[in-house]
Nanobody
Framework: QVLLVESGGGLVQAGGSLRLSCAAS????????MGWFRQTPGKEREFVAR????????DYANSVKGRFTISRDNAENAVNLQMNSLKLEDTAVYYC????????????WGQGTQVTVSS
């Protein structure tokens, strides 16, 4: 059974930082590209960042480029999202997701972790 478990969410003031982590189990982690997505009530889930299987390629949504950094540790089966200079509009539930290399679809999803940015 594949499990993705996010942690690190919480309440932070605008301009602050948070680091999200996602622990993966039940899969050969290095075979998977990993991503972070977020969703706010009444809106579609949106892409935030992704990283390929070996960490050599990363991609970000324009809204977070330069502020967020995705990384992974294949030895620890973990993917992280360092979020700096947080803005009110970054408030959302953040989800970790995994897809097989070369696949276009993220097949596995975590339960999400809430990030709330206050003024």
């Amino acid at each position: 059974q594949v499990l993705l478990v996010e942690s690190g969410g919480g309440l932070v003031q605008a301009g602050g930082s948070l680091r999200l982590s996602c622990a993966a189990s039940g899969l050969t982690f290095s075979n998977y590209d990993m991503g972070w997505f977020r969703q706010t009530p009444g809106k579609e889930r949106e892409f935030v960042a992704r990283i390929n299987w070996n960490g050599g390629i990363t991609d970000y949504a324009n809204s977070v480029k330069g502020r967020f950094t995705i990384s992974r540790d294949n030895a620890e089966n973990a993917v992280n999202l360092q979020m700096n200079s947080l803005k009110l509009e970054d408030t959302a539930v953040y989800y970790c997701a995994g897809r097989l290399q070369m696949s276009s679809t993220f097949k596995y999803w975590g339960q999400g972790t809430q990030v709330t940015v206050s003024s």
